[in-house]
């Protein structure tokens, strides 16, 4: 193993290391070198034995009332994100939320090169979403086998999640990215992350509703 | 106090609860009526303990091998997630992440309205998406003492963000659902909730770069 740290950090530190890095990205385009876990946790309002258990799982080491090497912290944070390397991805559903999806350039910056986009509906296929053209999902397993991809994107309505990501697995992808509000099965070996709006929303509406 | 169990619901808790609303209604649609905590767990692949507790924390209560009553929980989960109330909500920004909000029709069904758009850019102002006329910025307060609402979406990027809130808050809203990755300040009595895409990213990535 490369780098054992990996294995060991927590799923609520991963969440907030990209935050981190946000931070740390803009703090070196201002030209700062150094940095303190407590500079850190007062600009998000964490715990500063928070910010610093999450910033040592990198296998970065900070220097008592110095601080972190802000670029070599930078370094550490992407390593352990996966986001130095770059993870190809097929989209499959060009709605609304795909073609944000599609459209959000960022993506290079962790690593995520959507390869192709699919949809079934043929108003949407040949038609081009940002520069790309949309392609029909009957041809996933021939694109697949000529460029393939370790990461589905699944922006389908729920009623065609699972079979959207049955045709991924199929193809080989070794995660799953689903943005549909639908139980997902997966074979043993591939990864399932669920990216749920309704979840964000559901914490909002709850505590507005309590204060009223 | 009308409903005391509220106060008590965990933010984990929570977030699983769209999921169940998701499937009650799938079963309420079959004609299903009555429906256990092990079948839900079993659907979704979780522990039968923590579903029986979230359902219980909506003040449900279920029978003994016979289970819950579907359109009954269907009530008192909608209840629990504020999603039987309408909330007026403002969305400042319409890049791809703003127009996929605005296209998003199941939001209602979450009783979240979307009653006005914002954006500073001349060129996207009396533009419409999804039948929506985009305003200019500098007409939300005007807007707010007109038509006020409750939650402000923020959808601008992460360098704009704050600007944004800030704004927001002096027209009156209560909360702030922000999808920009930057860290925000809100006085005392407003509620922020972060969606970020990357949270949930960071977690995908994570587990794809330990597998090889």
């Known amino acids: 193993m490369k780098n054992p740290v990996r294995s060991v950090v927590s799923r609520s530190s991963l969440k907030r290391l990209p935050l981190y890095l946000h931070l740390l990205e803009k703090l070196s385009a201002e030209g700062v070198a150094r940095v303190s876990c407590t500079y850190i946790a007062k600009e998000f309002d964490f715990d500063p034995t928070q910010v610093r258990k999450d910033l040592e799982a990198t296998g970065e080491v900070g220097t008592a009332r110095i601080g972190f090497r802000v670029a070599s912290l930078i ?62 999902m009957s041809t996933l397993l021939k694109v697949a086998s000529k460029t393939p991809a370790r990461i589905g994107i699944v922006t389908v309505p729920a009623d065609q999640a699972q079979e959207a990501v049955d045709l991924l697995v199929v193809s080989g992808v070794k995660a799953i990215w689903n943005f549909a509000p639908a139980p997902i099965r997966i074979p043993r070996g591939v990864i399932l992350e669920n990216a749920r709006l309704t979840r964000s929303l559901a914490v909002l509406t709850n505590n507005l509703v309590k204060k009223t």
């Not at 944070?77 to 130095?84: A, C, I, P, R, Y």
């Not at 690593?111 to 053209?133: N, Y």
Request: charged share 30%.
């Open 75 to 136: 370094g550490r944070v992407k390593e352990l994100l996966g986001w130095n390397d770059t993870h190809d991805a097929y989209l499959v559903g060009v709605g609304n939320m795909g073609k944000a999806l599609l459209g959000y350039r960022d993506f290079e910056k962790y690593g995520l090169r959507i390869v192709a986009a699919f949809d079934k509906d043929p108003q949407k296929i040949k038609s081009h979403v940002f520069g790309r053209e949309i392609l029909p």
